[in-house]
């Protein structure tokens, strides 16, 4: 409607695309690591999924990867049918997302009844070393902070898209990766490498000078270097799992509907809680 607000955007799409574009394959170890995990999962699913979609901004490498799924990209509207697919995977790309409740919705309409949605994206923990070095680095030698690093959702709340988005029997879970880099000006070239460099719609538009990155890259090696001398960087990737609701789907039992008390079931004696007078 004319007059309303539009959905603030906290990453410039553009400069993700023009990220990605600029990602070459050999340092796609984060899709390597997602892709094995998520077919690992896929395969534990005592189902056969025959009509499968991934939304993605790197269609090349998970294509190879499903050379049966239907590709997507990742735009604010998905090109995805109603009800058209029994299994929808969001890879890597939801952490660049501006509304990404309104992408998983997206990804629920599209689902059958009973379809199942896998995301892999990066969390809240990812680059806290190089967030933490960058942001001593720029208040020692420029006395201010400036958005550099993408802000990422942590844990408890991304399963609670899920819920909001309407998918039933939602599970959010973590694996941590950690690279290793001869110092912090590799580390921060190979995630131009990976498509995954500042993207942020408020980032600095002029180049870091050049003494706050050598600041951050002194920082990072006292607090954050092995006894090899190369200094770690932690990725932390989150897979988010929903069903689209259906009738047969097992369901949570009501509060207070259990018929086995808990001290029974662990043979012990349970101990009433004293409650205090008014």
Known sequence: MEGMDKMPQLFDRAAVLRNRFRAVPEAMFL????????????????????????????PDFWQARFPGALIVSDDDVLSLEPGAHDLILHMMSLHWANDPVGQLVQCRHALQPDGLLMAAMLGGQTLHELRAALAEAEAIVAGGLSPRIAPM???????ALLQRAGFALPVADVFP???????????MHDLRKMGEANAMTDRPRHATRRNVLTEAASLYAQNFAGTDGRVTATFEVITLTGWAPAADQPQPLRPGSATTRLADALDTQETPIKRSSD
Not at 40 to 46: F, G, H, P, T, V
Not at 153 to 159: A, H, S, T
Not at 177 to 187: K, M, R, V
């Open 177 to 187: 990766l950690t690279a290793s880099y001869d110092n912090a000006f590799h580390l």
């Open 31 to 58: 899709l390597e690591a997602a892709a094995d995990e998520v077919q690992e999962r896929l395969e534990d699913i005592n189902r056969t999924f025959t009509s499968p979609a991934i939304v993605t901004g790197f």
């Open 153 to 159: 959702g942590e844990i408890r709340d991304l399963g």
